[in-house]
């Protein structure tokens, strides 16, 4: 309890120094009257008597019943009295000479007047006001008459006169603390705090916890008419705590009806500048002082709907220019329930009507227009051209998009710079063809334009045909070469034919042309003799050689075979072959490379290719004297 008591007075002293500037003219209440009742609760006090000896005084818990009326001067600050008409609280004294256990009790009942400050920590017109408050006046302790014929009894005095239990003290007065009031053991402090709830206008209830400070009571026992270890001299401060509850009257004040006002802001948008098919909220703020009353809201436009909330959706119509949003605004009080705003309503007059307005301007939509260009416009095959599409556009437009195609070839990259590649354009070589590049835009409302760019694609002339592979050539060979007045083919003649017989056999469709030749010598000789042509036996011979396929000789088809003789006759270059020193040769079939005239002993071998002029040494080629030779077999 002694920690209770000292929370309540330091809040108490905290409020009191911090109050606000609250002493203007109450709006509230003027007076109430709380008829409480309650529990009081005393500390035990040691009082020292006039022989020295210590008693204890301790009243007991015990019900107060009272009332209290308060003035309230000011919006948070009002004076009230407080009267606790009855409070029961018996006293125990401990310690008292001359009687059983040292003990003795009695009935007591208690009077309380006190006045002082009370400070609210709510405004007048709320329903609940916590407060805290500080009073002081008399408090009036008194014995009950049982007590007092108790303590004045000759036979069983309430003090004791039986000396097994100590000094006989007798029959005591036993009187009010009012009658010691020379001892200021009739004054009182009390602090403390609670709170007011009002139910109705004029009715409500009211929670006091109080601390209490008073000089401890004497009951008359300070005067002389008592021994001096029973005459209190010195009781010194007792503390106590009081808690009580009460129901409230409320009187001198009628609660005006708050004012009634509305407060109507300026319309806001987002923008104000749109295109057409574009929608913006419209919002406008709107305050009452009476929270149950309707506010209604029209508004209306140029050629589009009406709205009826605090928001207004605008949406612009297809046609440029300012159009003008309106919206009326009206309070329906038809919906106030709350008492004091209803009589507001009969109180003040109407709320007017506000109209406010906003323009918004729509900007006019123009379809997009295209133009293209491209750079070159004359490529070659396979060769690459930058187009360019340049829009006109407005901000109603949006955003922009471009596809692009072409006649033939490609088109790469996207939005308004691309690029346009002729691989794959058909055009004839050496000639030109024309291409139409086309780029299309489509703005945000898919509203589009197109534009072309027309290129020219030129084929590069075909390559001049490769030149005309020369005629094939009759191939001369290494002649054969013959001793002098003989047509036998020697040894080295036989090797040379085994040599040239392998370029023979390698390409099937040539001609083998044999020439045979002789000197003059030779040719004058023969005729002498009238001998056979040398010329023509060494051809002969040699055709033998190549074809007879066994020994010695060469396997070579005579069909393939072409001859002549040409006697003495030299048109043809000589081509001599000797291997004088590598090939043993019969004496007669020697040749010597001394021998001037050895060059034209010979026989000429060529290899004339399909389609080849023959050598022009040949005068009169004829096939190979097929019978002539075979008869021959392989000359040795």
């Known amino acids: 309890?002694?920690?209770?008591?000292?929370?309540?007075?330091?809040?108490?002293?905290?409020?009191?120094?911090?109050?606000?500037?609250?002493?203007?003219?109450?709006?509230?209440?003027?007076?109430?009257?709380?008829?409480?009742?309650?529990?009081?609760?005393?500390?035990?006090?040691?009082?020292?008597?006039?022989?020295?000896?210590?008693?204890?005084?301790?009243?007991?818990?015990?019900?107060?019943?009272?009332?209290?009326?308060?003035?309230?001067?000011?919006?948070?600050?009002?004076?009230?009295?407080?009267?606790?008409?009855?409070?029961?609280?018996?006293?125990?004294?401990?310690?008292?000479?001359?009687?059983?256990?040292?003990?003795?009790?009695?009935?007591?009942?208690?009077?309380?007047?006190?006045?002082?400050?009370?400070?609210?920590?709510?405004?007048?017109?709320?329903?609940?006001?916590?407060?805290?408050?500080?009073?002081?006046?008399?408090?009036?302790?008194?014995?009950?008459?049982?007590?007092?014929?108790?303590?004045?009894?000759?036979?069983?005095?309430?003090?004791?006169?039986?000396?097994?239990?100590?000094?006989?003290?007798?029959?005591?007065?036993?009187?009010?603390?009012?009658?010691?009031?020379?001892?200021?053991?009739?004054?009182?402090?009390?602090?403390?705090?609670?709170?007011?709830?009002?139910?109705?206008?004029?009715?409500?209830?009211?929670?006091?916890?109080?601390?209490?400070?008073?000089?401890?009571?004497?009951?008359?026992?300070?005067h002389s008419n008592v021994p001096a270890y029973l005459s209190i001299d010195k009781g010194g401060p007792m503390s106590g705590l009081q808690a009580t509850a009460g129901v409230t009257w409320y009187f001198g004040k009628v609660e005006p009806p708050p004012a009634h006002t509305m407060t109507v802001g300026d319309i806001s948008a987002s923008q104000t500048q749109l295109c057409p098919g574009d929608s913006v909220v419209l919002k406008i703020p709107v305050t009452d002082t009476y929270s149950d009353a309707t506010i209604k809201y029209a508004w209306t436009t140029e050629g589009g709907q009406p709205g009826s909330g605090p928001e207004f959706t605008f949406q612009s119509p297809q046609n440029g220019g300012d159009y003008t949003v309106k919206v009326h605004i009206t309070e329906d009080s038809s919906t106030v329930k709350d008492k004091l705003e209803m009589k507001g309503l009969k109180k003040f007059p109407p709320i007017a009507a506000v109209d406010k307005t906003i323009t918004i301007h729509v900007d006019p939509y123009t379809a997009p227009t295209l133009a293209c260009s491209a750079n070159p416009t004359t490529l070659n095959?396979?060769?690459?051209?930058?187009?360019?599409?340049?829009?006109?556009?407005?901000?109603?437009?949006?955003?922009?998009?471009?596809?692009?195609?072409?006649?033939?070839?490609?088109?790469?990259?996207?939005?308004?710079?691309?690029?346009?590649?002729?691989?794959?354009?058909?055009?004839?070589?050496?000639?030109?063809?024309?291409?139409?590049?086309?780029?299309?835009?489509?703005?945000?409302?898919?509203?589009?334009?197109?534009?072309?760019?027309?290129?020219?694609?030129?084929?590069?002339?075909?390559?001049?045909?490769?030149?005309?592979?020369?005629?094939?050539?009759?191939?001369?060979?290494?002649?054969?070469?013959?001793?002098?007045?003989?047509?036998?083919?020697?040894?080295?003649?036989?090797?040379?034919?085994?040599?040239?017989?392998?370029?023979?056999?390698?390409?099937s469709d040539a001609t083998i042309v044999l020439i045979g030749h002789e000197d003059e010598s030779e040719q004058a000789a023969r005729r002498r003799r009238n001998a056979v042509q040398l010329d023509m036996q060494r051809v002969e011979n040699t055709a033998a050689v190549l074809s007879a396929g066994t020994g010695t000789c060469q396997k070579l088809e005579l069909p393939r075979v072409q001859v002549d003789w040409v006697g003495t006759d030299e048109t043809d270059p000589y081509k001599t072959a000797l291997c004088e020193s590598s090939v043993r040769e019969r004496a007669r079939s020697k040749v010597s490379e001394s021998d001037s005239r050895t060059k034209n002993r010979r026989v000429e071998v060529w290899i004339v290719p399909k389609g080849a002029q023959m050598p022009a040494g040949a005068k009169q080629l004829k096939p190979a004297p097929e019978s002539d030779i075979k008869k021959l077999g392989c000359p040795k």
Request: proline share 7%.
């Open 1 to 222: 309890m002694k920690s209770a008591r000292l929370g309540i007075a330091v809040g108490t002293f905290v409020c009191l120094c911090g109050v606000p500037s609250g002493f203007g003219q109450t709006t509230g209440d003027k007076v109430e009257i709380n008829i409480f009742g309650g529990m009081t609760y005393w500390g035990a006090k040691n009082a020292q008597t006039v022989a020295g000896n210590l008693i204890n005084m301790k009243p007991d818990e015990g019900g107060v019943f009272g009332f209290r009326v308060t003035e309230n001067l000011w919006n948070f600050v009002g004076i009230e009295e407080s009267v606790t008409a009855y409070g029961t609280n018996n006293i125990n004294l401990r310690s008292v000479p001359g009687v059983y256990a040292g003990t003795v009790s009695f009935g007591a009942r208690q009077r309380q007047a006190t006045i002082g400050p009370i400070i609210y920590f709510t405004p007048p017109e709320s329903r609940f006001r916590p407060f805290v408050l500080a009073e002081g006046g008399f408090n009036y302790f008194y014995p009950t008459s049982t007590a007092q014929n108790q303590a004045e009894s000759a036979t069983n005095p309430l003090f004791g006169n039986n000396t097994l239990f100590g000094p006989v003290t007798g029959p005591v007065h036993l009187g009010s603390s009012w009658k010691g009031a020379l001892n200021m053991g009739v004054f009182v402090f009390q602090y403390g705090s609670g709170f007011k709830l009002k139910f109705t206008d004029h009715f409500g209830m009211r929670a006091d916890i109080r601390g209490q400070l008073i000089q401890t009571p004497t009951f008359d026992l300070s």
């Open 381 to 507: 095959l396979g060769d690459t051209s930058a187009l360019h599409a340049t829009a006109t556009a407005g901000r109603c437009n949006g955003n922009l998009s471009y596809t692009w195609s072409a006649s033939e070839g490609n088109v790469s990259g996207s939005g308004a710079d691309v690029t346009y590649n002729s691989s794959g354009v058909q055009v004839s070589p050496g000639g030109s063809k024309p291409v139409t590049a086309t780029a299309t835009v489509t703005d945000a409302k898919t509203r589009s334009a197109s534009c072309s760019v027309n290129l020219t694609v030129n084929a590069p002339a075909p390559p001049p045909p490769p030149p005309a592979a020369p005629p094939p050539t009759a191939q001369q060979l290494d002649d054969i070469i013959f001793a002098e007045n003989d047509a036998r083919v020697n040894n080295c003649g036989k090797r040379t034919l085994e040599r040239l017989y392998q370029q023979m056999a390698a390409d």
